[in-house]
């Protein structure tokens, strides 16, 4: 089987003394190799990319990530930053599609699509981000509305592209400070139509969405879930470091 994915987006959250003891802490506590069975990934805010890069090295066995990224090269956009000036930070994720940048910047399907291609033109391992709001999910169509992100995206992908495509299913009723824990009750019916098209075909099916502590190992135990996408408990150390045990007790039960 291959690794869980466990992961976090400080957001607009760290200043660079924060970002470096952060990632400091965690790479001391690694050693050098990342737990058994457990793929970490961190993606801090742009101007603590090179810093944290710096502290992990890079032989880190810690995936570091952009939290957005422009699908051309180079050009005339003000204030963007693209995926080979993104690599060239030290970053191998990019994350795309994330229902803030939808809401308030006008990410689309057709966006995260070129952004996805861009993503895998220069190397780096796309991490979709897909999620409905509490009025489809109201409306009894979570999976169809996910499906639809997520075939857009990823249209035209061969088999190989596809393989190293990294998607991250958050309801949007579920995450930042007004969300709701989602109950593995409410999670079973989206992962049941994503794993259909897309299990043994993408690197990994992630959920993300007031992940705690509390609920980790439970949702790790959710069918063709493959790992979490975390934001405030990790973005203490001690939180990302539990998460990252949890994570391991599980990749080692469900191998044992």
Same mark, same amino acid.
């Given at each position: 089987?291959?690794?869980?994915? +466990?992961?976090?987006? /400080?957001?607009?959250?760290?200043? @660079?003394?924060?970002?470096?003891? /952060?990632?400091?802490?965690?790479?001391?506590?690694?050693?050098?190799?990342? $737990?058994?069975?457990?793929?970490?990934?961190?993606? $801090?805010?742009?101007?603590?990319?090179?810093?944290?890069?710096?502290?992990?090295?890079?032989?880190?066995?810690?995936?570091?990530?952009?939290?957005? #990224?422009?699908?051309?090269?180079?050009?005339?956009?003000?204030?963007?930053?693209?995926?080979?000036?993104?690599?060239?930070?030290?970053?191998?994720?990019?994350? +795309?599609?994330?229902?803030?940048?939808?809401?308030?910047?006008?990410?689309?399907?057709?966006?995260?699509?070129?952004?996805?291609?861009?993503?895998?033109?220069?190397? @780096?391992? $796309?991490?979709?981000?897909?999620?409905?709001? &509490?009025?489809?999910?109201?409306?009894?169509?979570?999976? #169809?509305?996910?499906?639809?992100?997520?075939?857009? &995206?990823?249209?035209?992908?061969?088999?190989?592209?596809?393989?190293?495509?990294? +998607?991250?299913?958050?309801?949007? /009723? &579920?995450?930042?400070?007004?969300?709701?824990?989602?109950?593995?009750?409410?999670?079973?019916?989206?992962?049941?139509?994503?794993?259909?098209?897309?299990?043994?075909?993408?690197?990994?099916?992630?959920?993300?969405?007031?992940?705690?502590?509390?609920?980790?190992?439970?949702?790790?135990?959710i069918e063709h879930v493959s790992g979490l996408f975390v934001g405030r408990t990790a973005w203490r150390?001690?939180?990302? @470091?539990?998460?990252?045990?949890?994570?391991?007790?599980?990749? #080692? &039960?469900?191998?044992?």
């Amino acid at each position: 089987m291959s690794d869980l994915w +466990i992961g976090t987006s /400080w957001k607009m959250t760290k200043t @660079l003394a924060e970002a470096r003891a /952060w990632a400091e802490g965690l790479r001391d506590h690694l050693a050098g190799s990342a $737990p058994a069975g457990v793929q970490p990934f961190v993606i $801090p805010s742009f101007t603590a990319t090179t810093a944290v890069a710096e502290v992990l090295g890079e032989e880190s066995p810690i995936l570091l990530g952009v939290q957005n #990224a422009h699908w051309e090269d180079a050009g005339a956009w003000t204030g963007e930053v693209s995926v080979a000036q993104a690599k060239d930070a030290g970053a191998r994720i990019v994350e +795309i599609g994330h229902s803030e940048r939808r809401e308030h910047f006008g990410e689309s399907v057709e966006t995260t699509g070129l952004k996805v291609a861009a993503a895998l033109r220069h190397g @780096l391992v $796309p991490l979709l981000c897909i999620g409905e709001s &509490a009025a489809v999910k109201e409306e009894g169509g979570s999976s #169809a509305f996910i499906l639809e992100q997520t075939r857009g &995206a990823l249209e035209g992908l061969t088999g190989e592209e596809l393989s190293r495509v990294v +998607i991250a299913y958050e309801p949007i /009723w &579920a995450i930042g400070e007004t969300g709701r824990p989602a109950t593995v009750e409410e999670l079973v019916e989206p992962f049941a139509a994503l794993g259909e098209v897309y299990a043994g075909r993408v690197a990994g099916l992630l959920y993300g969405g007031s992940v705690n502590l509390d609920n980790a190992a439970d949702l790790l135990g959710i069918e063709h879930v493959s790992g979490l996408f975390v934001g405030r408990t990790a973005w203490r150390l001690e939180g990302y @470091l539990e998460l990252l045990r949890i994570a391991e007790d599980h990749a #080692a &039960a469900r191998t044992g």
